[in-house]
């Protein structure tokens, strides 16, 4: 029998459990810019129609009283470490599919866990003695039937779809419900009138493969509740990536430049935590009309340097003709390779190469001082200093601010730091002695305005009291934003 165990509004319930006054409230985790979508919904927030991947301010205009959460990536991914260290105790064969979730092949465990049913109850005892939260259990006896059976049930829930029941599953089962089955397959399924699993099987393979291409050799084998799909428990990473949804859409070359550099300092991280090279970058463009175009490049060397990353990225990017403005920018890596694995260099000299590797040298040492010292000692010159496009020099001003309440401490003045990053303003930010802040915005009047009005809600677990102004003279040689102690 094969389990899936699935978290149950995994983000918001950790957000919930740690923070007992958001217990029965609408919570969201999710940025607080109008261009921010829901990572993840309470319970409660879902009676309102919010799910994951709404923009923010459609989920505030269903629920006004929506509480939103910043959430920690870093939180997240330590309760998931020890979820799957729970799971490794019921059987060797676990499988993460994501950060929530993942797969259990019991089968032969029987003698050591009990029955898929009190396996299942004691994973789910485990985890609330353990981390207090709640997850919904399914066991079939193959993947997608479990998967479907974890979601049945939901929250705090258990299905088990028995050998015996599989065939009435199978035959009354929503197609709409198969893993797979997306908006375009729907629309094919209407034409044919399919509208459960068990309407597959009134099709031949040949008429299926015409219509679904590869798909439609799948369909045609859960039909008939054949899930060759093994669970795989050391299944490789296959691609790292990393993109941001911008708080507002950008055109200048030079705006991309700064977050494709940003994404490539990510990506790259990553790549070298995993001790791993790459030699396949990729590029993603979300524009202002929410249509997509994603670029890709193989190279014939092996790369983990942010610098050659960027470089690439860049080069994909230059190589379009783009006439729209853009909201969301991505960058990617695939097709790895251990670092430690021997790599044949080149007989003559090769400067990319060189350069590649005096970078990465570079890098990793960088991120090794952040690991030590924190994520924000130290970064890229040129992701501190974010220029100030010359279109906008004739229209500068700039205002003095003074902003009053619980607002003093590195939390508040990094993120003011990167909320003005993101309007383009330059300026600075700092503490003083009477317990206020003080900080300096330049730029646009626009920018501006929608900057003091971001002051006035505050950033995360700050209280803002007052926010007072006072116009001052703009300073054109000042081009970047900066704390101050």
Known sequence: MILHVDMDAFFASVEQRDNPDLLGKPVIVAGHSSRSVVSAASYEARKFGIH?????????QRC??????????????????????????????????SIDEAFLDITGCEKLIGTPEQAAKKIKTEIVNQL???????????????????????????TIICPEAMAQVIETLPISKVPGVGARAMAQMKSLQIKTLGDVKKFDLKILTNKFGSFGQRLFQLAKGIDP?????????????????????????RDVQSVLLAQAHRVGKALRAGNQKCRKVSIKLKFSDFSQISRSKTLETWICSSNAIFDQALFLYYNLNITKRIRLVGVGVSEFQDTEKPIQRSLFTDQNQEDHRQWEAVDRAMDSV??????DVLNKANLKAHKVSPKYIGELCAVEVTITGRVQGVCFRHETHLAA???RLSGYVRNMP?????????????????MLAWCRKGATFSEVKDVTTRTVLADPALTHFE???
């Open 52 to 60: 994951s991947a709404m923009p923010v301010f459609q989920a505030r």
């Open 64 to 97: 006004p009283h929506l509480i939103i959460q910043p959430g920690s990536r870093e939180k997240y991914a330590r309760d998931s470490r020890k979820i799957m260290a729970i799971l490794r105790q019921f059987s060797p064969l676990v499988e993460p599919v």
């Open 132 to 158: 207090a939260l709640t997850c919904s259990v399914g066991a079939a006896p193959v993947r997608f039937l479990a998967k479907i059976a974890s979601d049945m049930d939901k929250p705090d829930g258990l």
């Open 229 to 253: 799909t093994p669970i795989e428990p050391e299944r490789p990473r296959k691609s790292i990536s990393a993109e941001a949804t911008l708080s507002r859409d950008i055109s200048d070359p």
């Open 370 to 375: 952040l690991a030590k010292f924190g994520p």
């Open 421 to 423: 990053q993101d309007r």
């Open 434 to 450: 009477d317990g206020s802040v003080q900080a300096l915005f330049q730029g646009t009047q626009e920018n501006i305005q929608d």
């Open 483 to 485: 704390i101050r102690y």
